[in-house]
T-cell receptor, first 112, second 118 residues
Framework: GENVEQHPSTLSVQEGDSAVIKCTYS??????FPWYKQELGKGPQLIID?????GEKKDQRIAVTLNKTAKHFSLHITETQPEDSAVYFC???????????FGTGTRLTVIP | DTEVTQTPKHLVMGMTNKKSLKCEQH?????MYWYKQKAKKPPELMFV???????INESVPSRFSPECPNSSLLNLHLHALQPEDSALYLC?????????????????FGPGTRLTVL
């Protein structure tokens, strides 16, 4: 199965700073790359995704970049706010595949 | 309505009890999922239903029994659980399983049921 790792596992930043989380995967057939945010007491929610024919996608303060050759993609959050504090999961996926493997997770803490 | 609802929010049961978890969505999604999430771990896929048929069972013990009565509902029947089964059980849905581009791949998650087995 897919081997998915995230780094770092925990990240603390001051409010207003940027945060970057990297996801490394093993299955070269993966072609859909979402990031999920899980707040305390809630289920994961999709915040941004990218497909393999695109190298970068931005949505306001968050962006995702993809390096398919190196098999990694990253989540970028700029101007962080306390409400960005959560656990973030990547979940690289091959359309039509049987399974969705979540990464190991990154706990982001934004310090006011 | 882009919400997936799950009941109950919390459940405490003994090892000899029988209980059920319920999940409901009204987005017209035809794929529904059960995940198990232990503390500080990522969700792990248990079952996938596609068009009301079980399409994936990730080698889950038979003490967990899924059921999909219709396209909007998904149940997880629990019987003779073990303390190590205590976890957050998440339900999710998507427009379809697999497929090509578009929004078919996005999974919408419910808030989960926090299960404690004594």
């Amino acid at each position: 199965g897919e081997n998915v790792e995230q780094h770092p596992s925990t990240l603390s930043v001051q409010e207003g700073d940027s945060a970057v989380i990297k996801c490394t995967y093993s299955d070269s057939a993966s072609n859909y790359f979402p990031w999920y945010k899980q707040e305390l007491g809630k289920g994961p929610q999709l915040i941004i995704d990218i497909r393999s024919n695109v190298g970068e996608k931005k949505d306001q303060r968050i962006a995702v970049t993809l390096n398919k050759t190196a098999k990694h993609f990253s989540l970028h959050i700029t101007e962080t706010q306390p409400e960005d504090s959560a656990v973030y999961f990547c979940a690289p996926y091959q359309t039509g595949a049987n399974n969705l493997f979540f990464g190991t997770g990154t706990r982001l803490t934004v310090i006011p | 309505d882009t919400e997936v609802t799950q009941t109950p929010k919390h459940l405490v049961m003994g090892m000899t009890n029988k209980k059920s978890l319920k999940c409901e969505q009204h987005m017209g999604h035809r794929a529904m999922y059960w995940y198990k999430q232990k503390a500080k771990k990522p969700p792990e896929l248990m079952f996938v239903y596609s068009y009301e048929k079980l399409s994936i069972n990730e080698s889950v013990p038979s003490r967990f029994s899924p059921e999909c009565p219709n396209s909007s509902l998904l149940n997880l029947h629990l019987h003779a659980l073990q303390p190590e089964d205590s976890a957050l059980y998440l339900c999710a849905s998507s427009q379809a399983r697999g497929g090509s581009w578009g929004t078919q791949n996005e999974q919408f998650f419910g808030p989960g049921t926090r299960l404690t087995v004594l």
